[in-house]
T-cell receptor, first 112, second 116 residues
Framework: AQTVTQSQPEMSVQEAETVTLSCTYD???????LFWYKQPPSRQMILVIR??????QNATENRFSVNFQKAAKSFSLKISDSQLGDAAMYFC?????????FGTGTRLTIIP | GAVVSQHPSRVICKSGTSVKIECRSL??????MFWYRQFPKQSLMLMAT?????????EQGVEKDKFLINHASLTLSTLTVTSAHPEDSSFYIC????????????FGPGTRLTVT
């Protein structure tokens, strides 16, 4: 079985500041992939960033970067220069054994 | 590219009736589509995986006779909620991937089902 844990139900950050969302996972698969998705009020799931587990280098996408600690099974998301449009639910997810398992989500609020 | 659509976006039906939700991949052929359910303020839970031309694989606890899934073509999967009850009210999201070796899924915008 695969599990994904997000221990922060809610987070807030001042506009232009940096925030880190935490995620831990557990999987018995040796080949797996990790994702962060954003779900704004429209409910459309938007891919923020992906990480192949076999890659040691942390993925980055503009203002978004991850800290992937494979041994610790940790996959945190750092958002730099936070913008009002970043406000949303953020879900961490693990794809392994043909299934995508989501964490419970972190609601991010941006304070102007 | 990689756009997935769902229809309808919202549907209200009476208890005991059936409702069909369509999931289409608009600009790619999807050999595999997934159906998720999301309750208010909760995460997405995988309901079933459908592969084109074969029977869907349901997750444990999901009633296959209640949630009928048909993946008749490479661009269309349907979810039919049969004999719907108020507890079936939820947000249903589909996703699709290009082929069996691809790990990335493209998500539809979701369908809000309300059963009265």
């Amino acid at each position: 079985a695969q599990t994904v844990t997000q221990s922060q139900p809610e987070m807030s950050v001042q506009e232009a500041e940096t925030v880190t969302l935490s995620c831990t996972y557990d999987t018995s698969e040796s080949d797996y992939y990790l994702f962060w998705y954003k779900q704004p009020p429209s409910r459309q799931m938007i891919l923020v960033i992906r990480q192949e587990a076999y890659k040691q280098q942390n993925a980055t996408e503009n203002r978004f970067s991850v800290n992937f600690q494979k041994a610790a099974k940790s996959f945190s998301l750092k958002i730099s220069d936070s913008q009002l449009g970043d406000a949303a639910m953020y879900f961490c997810a693990c794809f392994g054994n043909e299934k995508l398992t989501f964490g419970t989500g972190t609601r991010l609020t941006i304070i102007p | 590219g990689a756009v997935v659509s769902q229809h309808p976006s919202r549907v209200i039906c009476k208890s005991g009736t059936s409702v069909k939700i369509e999931c289409r991949s608009l600009d790619f052929q999807a050999t595999t589509m997934f159906w998720y359910r999301q309750f208010p303020k909760q995460s997405l839970m995988l309901m079933a995986t459908s592969n084109e031309g074969s029977k869907a694989t349901y997750e444990q606890g999901v009633e296959k006779d209640k949630f009928l899934i048909n993946h008749a073509s490479l661009t269309l999967s349907t979810l039919t909620v049969t004999s719907a009850h108020p507890e079936d009210s939820s947000f249903y999201i589909c996703s699709a991937r290009v082929d069996r070796t691809a790990y990335e899924q493209y998500f539809g915008p979701g369908t809000r089902l309300t059963v009265t």
